[in-house]
């Protein structure tokens, strides 16, 4: 196999070697760019996902915020002035929830909710169909439905990816938006509710007491929690800390206070009815959601300009190295015909011909080539030729030379012989006389 290889190459001209070889050499650089691209391009896909996720994370916070002022309204019976905003709550419930709706409907090719959002809306068209009149049925279908919205809230961040995201700043910011401070606006809610519901009742009952021990320990363990996640988040991304700290201080006190007026209720049985009003505690909560939302939105656009940066970097690189090789290739190709003369293969073939004996075989170099092998070849080749036309001459010569010294010989052999002739003559003629 490996010997014929060489074999099979030498029928290849030396262009078509070469492009053999840039061919290889490409399929690999674009197996390497494409896997690259891909990777790149994934990453920027999902951040595009997480966008469209973060667009339908403040529209539902919205709705749980409306929904936890419409359980406290429903459920506290309080003063003119608050009972008159419960049409206008339900109608700003309502109206959050179509806009809402809306959205998601136009992401459905991209975020399929469809069984969850269901779900909720039907919770929610019970809750206005069919009324709960007693307090304890509201805070259970109210209830219901946050869960059902807490429960949406997560899908969005999970069908976004948002829960996948791959750098440690936006991860634990997004575990914030996705699960700590949706259950801490229906943690307020419940909890404002719930001391309303104890107001009216005159007298602390024992579950809900039990309740509201619960709701006041689950609330400042929440808030350990999404404190440890916004600590991590701007220990990684430390500009969070300038942009995230005056709304979560806010948040940290107004919880904290919460959880006083829980603790004051709990053991002196004082029910303090305005303190529990959930209003700003939740415009709180949502002033801290649209800054982290906005930080978030932040990181992942710049996220998004890098990887795209970094993508087209890679394909930048592939290019030119592509157009690089390719330049090599025909460089390298062009100096070894400049080396040789001529291709390498008229060059063999000239060679062939010169060692066959045909001096007079036409070479063609190049205009001013005096240093190629081809030109050398041409140079040999003229030498060999005076060097055998000066052997012809002088062999012509001394054929001529032969010629007169045989002719020279024989007249000499002539003349030798006539002489002998004449001594023998003159020797009988002496003896024997006539």
Not at 283 to 312: G, K, P
Request: hydrophobic share 45%; charged share 20%; aromatic share 6%.
């Amino acid at each position: 196999m490996l010997q014929r290889l060489p074999q099979k190459m030498q029928r290849l001209s030396y262009p078509k070697r070469f492009a053999l070889i840039g061919l290889v050499f490409a399929l690999a650089l674009v197996y390497l760019t494409f896997g690259l691209y891909r990777s790149n391009q994934n990453n920027i896909d999902l951040s595009a996902k997480e966008q469209q996720g973060i667009q339908l994370l403040l529209p539902l916070s919205e709705v749980l915020r409306h929904l936890a002022l419409h359980r406290f309204i429903a459920v506290s019976n309080a003063p003119q002035n608050l009972a008159d905003a419960t049409p206008s709550v339900q109608k700003w419930l309502e109206s959050t929830w179509n806009t809402t709706t809306e959205m998601a409907r136009n992401m459905q090719h991209a975020l399929p909710l469809d069984n969850a959002w269901r779900r909720t809306a039907h919770a929610l068209r019970q809750m206005k169909i069919t009324p709960p009149t007693d307090a304890t049925e509201i805070m259970a279908q109210h209830n219901q439905v946050s869960g059902h919205l807490i429960d949406l809230i997560a899908l969005v961040c999970d069908k976004s990816h948002l829960m996948l995201d791959p750098d440690e700043d936006s991860f634990y910011l997004v575990d914030n938006l996705c699960q700590k401070l949706p259950r801490l606006a229906a943690l307020i809610g419940e909890s404002s509710a719930l001391i309303a519901q104890e107001h009216h009742r005159k007298r602390s009952h024992r579950e809900l007491l039990a309740r509201e021990i619960e709701l006041r320990a689950l609330l400042l363990d929440y808030l350990r929690g999404f404190s440890d996640n916004l600590n991590k988040a701007q220990t990684a991304t430390p500009a969070l800390k300038q942009s995230l700290d005056p709304a979560y201080l806010a948040l940290e006190q107004e919880i904290r206070l919460r959880a006083a007026i829980m603790a004051r209720h709990m053991n002196t049985g004082i029910r303090a009815l305005a303190q529990a009003d959930p209003v700003y505690s939740l415009n709180v909560t949502r002033e801290f959601y649209q800054q982290a939302i906005s930080s978030l939105d932040q990181l992942l656009q710049q996220r998004m300009q890098r990887l795209t940066w970094q993508r087209n970097l890679y394909l930048g690189i592939a290019c030119l190295c592509m157009l690089a090789s390719v330049l090599m290739f025909i460089w390298l190709y062009l100096s070894i015909k400049a080396q040789f003369g001529g291709d390498p293969f008229y060059v063999q073939s000239v060679i062939r011909k010169i060692a066959q004996g045909e001096l007079n075989t036409p070479i063609s170099v190049s205009c001013g080539d005096g240093s190629s092998v081809l030109s050398d070849i041409r140079i040999m080749r003229g030498r060999l030729q005076e060097t055998v036309e000066q052997l012809q001459s002088a062999n012509s010569d001394l054929c001529h030379l032969s010629e007169d010294l045989e002719a020279k010989v024989q007249e000499r052999t002539f003349q030798l012989n006539e002489a002998l002739q004449h001594a023998e003559a003159a020797v009988q003629a002496s003896f024997w006389p006539p």
